[in-house]
DNA sequence: CAGTCATGTTACCGGTCGGTAACGTATCGC
DNA sequence: GCGATACGTTACCGACCGGTAACATGACTG
């Protein structure tokens, strides 16, 4: 079950995965984010990634299950992006609030962007069962949970309240991204998103 | 199974569309809403209406085609809904925008709600060319509109800004809805919706 | 009665869906 | 050289995709 053990012998790579797996992974993360997960079958994913089904299934067990680490490797980059954004404003609550809005609005405005994700695939997938599904709300119950953590650690007059405002507000530039396309830059409906912020958490810190 | 048989002599309904266009339609209406417009085959919509593909493809030029008239349909409610929401208030903005919130948050919550067909439908839907994108860009910038002629006719300090915002609000309550599913009823974040709406025009209007 | 119109029936088209079987081969450490 | 591991190739499966042709039926209407 383990191949990695002492591959410093050559080692041209990374130790641990080879390359197929790799390479129709990120294929699979990039066609799934850009044109849908419904949207993308196995064969699109095998042609563009140069490789074939059979290598695809000798290293997924399935469509879902791929589609579930996906979902998980678009996870793990948003909180790496969240920590980093966050990072520089330790212990002012607010500022770090106010640094992921405005870092939230760039990202979502960018020509490439297609929203989040995950809120994308809880629009697709609809079977309560399908792997994918508690990826998704533990993911979105994470955000809740770090708002609210925010906003009470700034003092603020209803924590839980403020906190699902902000996300309300996050999550509606996501959608507003997806309807307006990419006009949302100039002063379109994504933008107002950081002034709204601050204005909630003026009158939560008032 | 065909109870219209004596009905049909006296010709109770409309003059013009007899029935199997109808049934089809409305089934499809509720399939796309329901499971996405992507994971509902013609043939799944034709076999749920009791009928048959042919009969389809006399009544509609194209999947494509009946999507967007779908897209039409419940643009159409909605703007039934809203007015008849905001109708009791005339004359009085903030309180239109607090019943619209009120109603909002109840019928995303309800046990039936999949959030917005239409932003469901933008989630779904990459092509530029689809005939249904015109039919979501519209209704966005109408809501989008209609919203931030209510804060300028509140006085607020910034109408186009709070517009922006309480429709961030609105769309980020349907994408918890999906993410969270019914859970959002209970406190959830979607219940916040109401009250930061308050907030926000609380400080648009101080 | 004849004609028309809406609807149903059957069969079909080429293509794609997710997924699998069987087999071939190149590279590797041992 | 050996076996193991990784990957490619070809062919196939049943099901479904959106869409069409040809034809039959029944009812309503002139």
Redesign the pocket.
């Known amino acids: 079950m383990n191949?990695a053990k002492?591959e410093a012998?050559?080692a041209p790579e990374l130790p641990g995965k080879?390359?197929?797996?790799d390479r129709i992974f990120e294929t699979a993360c990039d066609l799934f984010y850009r044109q849908g997960i419904?949207a993308?079958?196995?064969?699109?994913i095998v042609g563009e990634a140069?490789?074939?089904?059979?290598?695809?299934?000798?290293?997924f067990?399935?469509?879902?299950e791929l589609v579930a680490e996906y979902l998980r490797s678009r996870d793990r980059c948003f909180w790496q992006w969240w920590d980093a954004v966050v990072a520089p404003h330790a212990g002012n609550p607010r500022a770090q609030v106010e640094a992921i809005f405005e870092a939230h609005v760039n990202k979502t405005c960018s020509k490439e962007s297609r929203g989040c994700g995950l809120a994308n695939a809880a629009v697709e997938i609809v079977e309560d069962e399908h792997p994918a599904r508690s990826v998704i709300v533990a993911h979105k119950s994470e955000i809740r949970r770090r708002f609210r953590t925010l906003a009470a650690a700034m003092s603020a007059r209803d924590p839980d309240q403020l906190g699902d405002a902000l996300m309300l507000l996050m999550e509606g530039g996501y959608l507003a991204r997806l309807t307006f396309g990419q006009s949302c830059a100039h002063g379109g409906p994504v933008t107002s998103a950081l002034k709204a912020a601050r204005t909630l958490m003026d009158a939560h810190q008032r």
Do not use: H, I, L
């Open positions: 191949p002492s012998s050559v080879p390359r197929v797996r419904r993308v079958g196995v064969d699109a140069g490789t074939n089904k059979m290598s695809f299934y000798r290293s067990a399935s469509k879902d």
